[in-house]
């Protein structure tokens, strides 16, 4: 599955390559989570534009629905917990997605309700047809060809998704917020995949930050701490608010300091006489 980044453009693990260069060992395999992540970007395929982000459903419920390449519904789309959400995403066939909605949604998509952060619904119709991994069409099947969903599998789905509105039931996912069918043309389809915003396996630390080995055994002279470490190393299998940035800082100043005291009390190099110059 191709990896998604929204990261600085100079993170590409170079930490990671020097210190496997000399033998370093790792930490936090497995313990992967995506996030939700913005647009395609218009010129790198393996990044998305983290400030053309769509609004979370904490921010504004949801008008669209959320569908995979089969045309499927797979969670309920106001679901707050964006950690739930999250762990959905992992299980959706190449962590991608889209969000399907029409204009009457994209209409009331203005102000604090847009659908992406910043554009108000003239430059979402804008986008549209003009940035990879933005659709619009005429009706749902034509968006489906456009967006490369299975056609029959998202008429279905908006077939039942619009009677869920009707009755005010959703049987498939428990969704609660349904504020009107998706009928009215143009429809729209939003890519999205899994961001992967930070690294969650990184260089194997011991307490003092000294790196490790394979065999466990410290790697005399490295020393690593932030993200280089993995995000496993202070997240685990998960998003903590802060727990990046302020271990990189405070062990970063830990480490500084004690590294800067071993210089202090270390005594000058010793200097060899000279003979005078005559
Ligand atoms: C969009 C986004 C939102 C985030 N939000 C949060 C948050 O809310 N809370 C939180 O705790 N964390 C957050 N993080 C994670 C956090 O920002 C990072 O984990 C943290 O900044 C890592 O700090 P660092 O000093 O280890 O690495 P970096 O900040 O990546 O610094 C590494 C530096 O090394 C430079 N560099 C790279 N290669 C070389 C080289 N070969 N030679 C010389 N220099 C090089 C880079 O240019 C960069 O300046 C977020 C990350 C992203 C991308």
């Known amino acids: ?51 053309d982000r769509q609004r979370l459903t904490s921010e504004r419920p949801p008008w669209e629905i959320y569908v995979d390449r089969e045309g499927s519904r797979w969670v309920a789309e106001d679901e707050p917990s964006i950690d739930e959400k999250e ?38 119709r804008a986008m549209a047809n003009a940035r990879p991994g ?8 034509a968006l489906a060809e456009a967006a490369g ?24 996912f428990g969704r609660m917020h349904l504020p ?23 260089l194997d630390t011991d307490a003092d930050c000294g790196v490790r080995d394979e065999a466990g055994v410290v790697v005399p002279g490295l020393f690593a701490v932030g993200e280089v470490i993995g995000a496993a190393a202070t997240c685990g299998n998960s998003f903590c608010g802060g727990m990046l940035l302020t271990p990189a800082l405070t062990l970063g100043r830990l480490l500084g300091v004690r590294l800067a ?15 005078p110059v005559t």
């Open 134 to 141: 933005v659709h619009a069409a005429e009706s749902v099947s």
């Open 261 to 275: 005291d071993q210089v202090v009390s270390q005594p000058p190099p010793s200097t060899t006489s000279v003979a």
């Open 149 to 172: 969903i299975d056609p029959d599998g998202l008429a279905a789905t908006v077939r039942a998704y619009n009677a869920a509105v009707v009755t005010g039931v959703d049987p498939d």
């Open 1 to 51: 599955m191709p990896l998604v980044s929204a990261g600085a453009r100079t993170s590409t693990g170079d930490g990671i390559h020097l210190g496997r260069s000399i033998g370093a060992g790792l930490q936090g395999a497995g313990s992967h989570l995506p996030t939700f992540g913005g647009l395609p970007d218009p010129i790198s395929p393996g990044r998305a534009n983290w400030h």
């Open 180 to 202: 009107a069918p998706i009928e009215r043309g143009p429809f729209y389809a939003i890519r999205n995949h899994a961001i992967t915003l930070v690294t969650f396996q990184g």
């Open 87 to 124: 762990r959905a995403l992992t299980s959706v066939p190449e962590q991608t997605f889209w969000t399907v909605f029409d204009d009457r949604a994209l209409a009331a998509a203005t102000g604090e309700q847009q659908i992406v952060v910043g554009k108000e619904p003239e430059e979402v």
